[in-house]
């Protein structure tokens, strides 16, 4: 199957050149971007010399669709709602790694402060958490974010028990910085970020209603969520500390069952027996999650991490590529952590 990429040289742009050009049966064909258009992506990126030695293009959605089967858009959020119409037009399969169609017009307009996209293209996009999906049957995936993929995936296992408190569900979620982007900004400059730790939009991070709205479809009385967002001094990685209070009292192995029941069968999310760090999944496709419980509080304290450019971003997209077209799940994505 033949691929684009717009957005190519963004960090999820280049995390999908790299981790496509390990699949079996995809072939990224074309690259788009609107600065360095002309170059060769393996000069302005000499890592990639050998892996992507194409010339990057400008946008243009009719070349796209003779070309190819499938655009991945990683770009930031604001540019994919502008280009999506035209695809949906010709039915022609998306995957969208921004915010752009993860949300309803009301509610995108309010945390993104942009002009969303037209109601009849977001009715079209799937929000795909790759892990409850069904990929199978959708041409137009929007792909979760990243804090919101750590949240979600630590949490859901607790949703249908009737021993949690959902009214306390307090989540403290860390990222390194590429999860900012390559634009640059005071607050992501080297001298405020390095040997620093910095708490950032606190009560009003995008994330916050795709949680809670991902998160109602596992309990319809779930409603709120307290959460907060500080920025790590590290390249990559996301770890959310997620605290609930359990209306009754339970034991580790009660919890440990309760996320076996969940995880058991899915590849890309691995119990641990203690607390998971971010060396565990950096540079790969897995979220490990871990839990600890204070008997005296009744509070519950779960663990999940993940890098934020594979499966909070790259990685879930192509995982959600092979399961729409049915591609095993795992094609592309089996590289181990780099730990160090």
């Known amino acids: 199957m033949k691929v684009a990429i717009v957005g190519v040289s963004g960090y999820s742009g280049l995390e999908l050149v790299r981790l496509l050009a390990q699949h079996s049966q995809v072939q990224v064909v074309s690259i788009h971007a609107t600065k360095e258009v002309g170059a060769l992506l393996s ?23 003779q070309n190819t089967d499938l655009v991945f858009m990683a770009t930031p959020s604001g540019v994919a709602k502008e280009s999506s119409a ?17 949300l309803s017009a009301e509610d ?14 977001l009715e079209k996009f799937t929000y795909s958490l790759a892990e409850f999906t069904n990929a199978g049957t959708n041409k137009f995936i929007s792909n979760p974010g990243c804090y919101a993929t750590a949240t979600e995936l630590a949490l859901i296992p607790l949703l249908g028990s009737d021993k949690v408190d959902l009214d306390s569900v307090i989540v403290d979620a860390k990222s390194g910085l590429t999860g900012a982007g390559k634009k640059l900004a005071e607050s992501s400059h080297f001298v405020n970020v390095h040997d620093n730790y910095v708490t950032y939009k606190l009560n009003e991070h995008q994330h916050i209603p795709e ?8 309990n319809p009385k ?16 996301i770890m959310a500390t997620c605290y609930v209070r359990m209306s009754q009292h339970v034991t580790k192995e009660e919890i440990h069952q309760l996320y076996q029941a969940t995880y058991g069968d899915k590849v890309f999310v691995r119990l641990q027996q203690s607390l998971p760090n971010l060396h565990d999944v950096l540079g790969s496709n897995f979220t490990d999650i871990g839990f600890a419980y204070n008997p005296v509080t009744k509070i519950l ?21 092979n399961l729409a077209f049915g591609f095993a799940e795992t094609d592309g994505l089996l590289s181990g952590p780099s730990y160090l």
């Open 43 to 65: 000069d302005l990126y000499p890592h990639l010399k050998g892996i992507c030695d194409l010339e990057i293009q400008p946008f243009d959605a009719m070349n796209i669709m």
């Open 86 to 102: 035209v695809f949906v037009e010709n039915d022609f399969p998306v995957i969208d790694l921004s915010g752009d169609h993860r």
């Open 108 to 121: 995108y307009q309010k945390w993104y402060g942009k002009t969303p996209a037209a109601s009849k293209v």
């Open 211 to 218: 949680i809670v709205q991902a998160l109602k479809k596992f």
């Open 222 to 237: 779930f409603d709120h969520i307290q959460f907060s967002t500080s920025l790590l001094p590290i390249n990559r990685g």
């Open 301 to 321: 304290t779960v663990v999940s991490v993940l890098d934020n450019l594979v499966k909070g971003a790259a990685g879930q997209a192509v995982q959600n590529m």
